[in-house]
């Protein structure tokens, strides 16, 4: 199963990353760098633990990521803005 990773949202100011952009992860495992945005290595990290349970459909109420829509995870990049004066990003995960 593919995933869709979109930045929803940022507080403060991220370098890398605007809302709207997307990553795509194809059949679980590959990162689509020619149909994604710039990736952050930072974000990545906030990302592994989970990409392979949502790519294999566990579902992200079970993760405990879900939020208003049931059907999406919701992750955030480990940067704390308000203490770095850099950004944190935060990404709605779909699965596709």
Do not use: W
């Not at 199963?1 to 997307?22: F, H, N, Q, R």
């Not at 990162?31 to 990545?44: A, E, F, G, Q």
């Amino acid at each position: 199963m593919d995933l869709i990773i979109k930045v929803k949202e940022i507080k403060g100011t991220c370098p890398a990353y605007s809302p709207g952009d997307t990553i795509l992860i194809r059949d679980g495992y590959i990162l689509d760098t020619k149909n994604s945005s710039p990736v952050c290595m930072h974000s990545l990290a906030s990302i592994m633990p989970y990409y392979v349970a949502l790519s294999k459909g566990v579902h992200p109420r079970t993760l405990g990521l879900s939020g208003t829509k049931e059907d999406r995870a919701y992750l955030q990049c480990l940067d704390p803005c308000e203490i770095t004066g850099g950004g944190t990003v935060i990404f709605e995960i779909m699965a596709d």
